[in-house]
């Protein structure tokens, strides 16, 4: 079983929809991450978390360190938006690496 | 800034050719990374530094060294290239180890 697993694998939405991707992990994290893969593969970082909640524009992230959960919510979403939702954890402080999920692929139709 | 630069974009090689990848930052960051992203597969990190002169195993490190011989620079050796070696390559860096890390645009191999 992989250390982190992202919900939906594939995610097809209207344009204006509201988008939950989830992130469930199995170990100890002394922070998440979620990051933007676009389509001609450049990864940009959105937000790093470890606890409560982060709003940046039209994305919200929010985690539950007691249930070992993350979401990543798109209000209103865009064509803009389509693209690779990757959730990274840091297992244990200290630890220098990141241990990625598989991410979520999301296509919003205009 | 350019931020995290990678070369070359893309590359064919032949089975047991070497080359090196090319990674530099201008931001002064101290920790650099190298991942591989396989299709369906989550990024895996090959190898990481810590700053200049230390370099340690990720995940997967078997078939490639490093180097990082000044704070910009860390590349990325592949000795005798094997078909398990095609792969897109990610560098990346950040200030700190929990710090959101600066991804360069990949660099794509291809091992026929």
């Known amino acids: 079983k992989n250390e982190v697993e992202q919900s939906p694998q594939n995610l097809t939405a209207q344009e204006g929809e509201f988008i939950t991707i989830n992130c469930s992990y199995s170990?100890?994290?002394?922070?998440l991450h979620w990051l933007q893969q676009h389509p001609g593969g450049d990864i940009v970082s959105l937000f790093m978390l470890s606890s409560g909640k982060k709003k940046h524009g039209r994305l919200i992230a929010t985690i539950n360190i007691q249930e070992k959960h993350s979401s990543l919510h798109i209000t209103a979403s865009h064509p803009r938006d389509s693209a690779v939702y990757i959730c990274a954890v840091r297992v244990d402080f200290g630890n220098e690496k990141l241990t990625f999920g598989t991410g979520t692929r999301l296509t919003i139709i205009p | 800034n350019a931020g995290v630069t990678q070369t070359p974009k893309f590359r064919i090689l032949k089975i047991g050719q070497s080359m090196t990848l090319q990674c530099t930052q201008d931001?002064?960051?101290?920790?650099m990374y190298w991942y591989r992203q396989d299709p369906g597969m989550g990024l895996k990190l090959i190898y990481y530094s810590v700053g200049a002169g230390i370099t340690d195993k990720g995940e997967v490190p078997n078939g490639y060294n490093v180097s990082r011989s000044t704070t910009e620079d860390f590349p990325l050796r592949l000795e005798l290239a094997a078909p398990s070696q095609t792969s897109v390559y990610f560098c990346?860096?950040?200030?700190?180890?929990?710090?959101?890390?600066?991804f360069g645009p990949g660099t794509r191999l291809l091992v026929l």
């Open positions: 170990v100890g994290i002394s922070a």
């Open positions: 990346a860096s950040s200030l700190q180890a929990e710090e959101t890390q600066y």
């Open positions: 931001m002064n960051h101290n920790y």
